[in-house]
T-cell receptor, first 108, second 116 residues
Framework: DAKTTQPTSMDCAEGRAANLPCNHSTISGNEYVYWYRQIHSQGPQYIIHGLKNNETNEMASLIITEDRKSSTLILPHATLRDTAVYYCIVDGNNDMRFGAGTRLTVKP | GAVVSQHPSWVICKSGTSVKIECRSLDFQATTMFWYRQFPKQSLMLMATSNEGSKATYEQGVEKDKFLINHASLTLSTLTVTSAHPEDSSFYIC????????????FGQGTRLTVV
């Protein structure tokens, strides 16, 4: 079973920041938080991951709470091409198990 | 980032035939590969873990005799759907990792199987 809880769907206006929350209250000390996204009929695309500290890359930022029980993926300036299903996964040995994810729709 | 390639991207086969799907890690050696199945409007479901040089580990409810997995080298794993039936029609996705904890897994582009 997936160890994360995400909202089923979210909308975001084009050009605005998209903030996608994820709860992972049972995360273990050696488990990382990963974010992937899947655009229709494609394989999942890696976005970002972190263990304890906040992380930023060219695609997004990842904010992890101090107790590590939740995190937020931030897409700073959402575009229409960011419309996808976003999966938050906690994992310690790379066998990624997917929950239902959040369907993000970016609207013009 | 690392590249994982699946072949074919899509395949149509007749009921009762077998279909082989290949998953290759192009720029790294993958000690472990994973196979997923995804039905329309559903999430990815892990089917099995493929370990180089040893038998695959199957998730509960996945028939190992129907979904044959071979991981003969550090860059190639294959999934063979044997005696395919229309209900096997799905999107099959593989992923690979280098075995280094914290590096995550890299996914192939998926294979759309349609059994007619």
């Amino acid at each position: 079973d997936a160890k994360t809880t995400q909202p089923t769907s979210m909308d975001c206006a084009e050009g605005r920041a998209a903030n996608l929350p994820c709860n992972h209250s049972t995360i273990s000390g050696n488990e990382y938080v990963y974010w992937y996204r899947q655009i229709h009929s494609q394989g999942p695309q890696y976005i970002i991951h972190g263990l304890k500290n906040n992380e930023t890359n060219e695609m997004a930022s990842l904010i992890i709470t101090e107790d590590r029980k939740s995190s937020t993926l931030i897409l700073p300036h959402a575009t229409l091409r960011d419309t996808a299903v976003y999966y938050c996964i906690v994992d310690g040995n790379n066998d990624m198990r997917f929950g239902a994810g959040t369907r993000l729709t970016v609207k013009p | 980032g690392a590249v994982v390639s699946q072949h074919p991207s899509w395949v149509i086969c007749k009921s009762g035939t077998s279909v082989k799907i290949e998953c290759r890690s192009l720029d790294f050696q993958a000690t472990t590969m994973f196979w997923y199945r995804q039905f329309p409007k559903q999430s990815l479901m892990l089917m099995a873990t493929s370990n180089e040089g040893s038998k695959a580990t199957y998730e509960q409810g996945v028939e190992k005799d129907k979904f044959l997995i071979n991981h003969a080298s550090l860059t190639l794993s294959t999934l063979t759907v044997t005696s395919a039936h229309p209900e096997d029609s799905s999107f099959y996705i593989c992923s690979a990792n280098s075995g280094r904890v914290g590096r995550g897994a890299f996914f192939g582009q998926g294979t759309r199987l349609t059994v007619v």
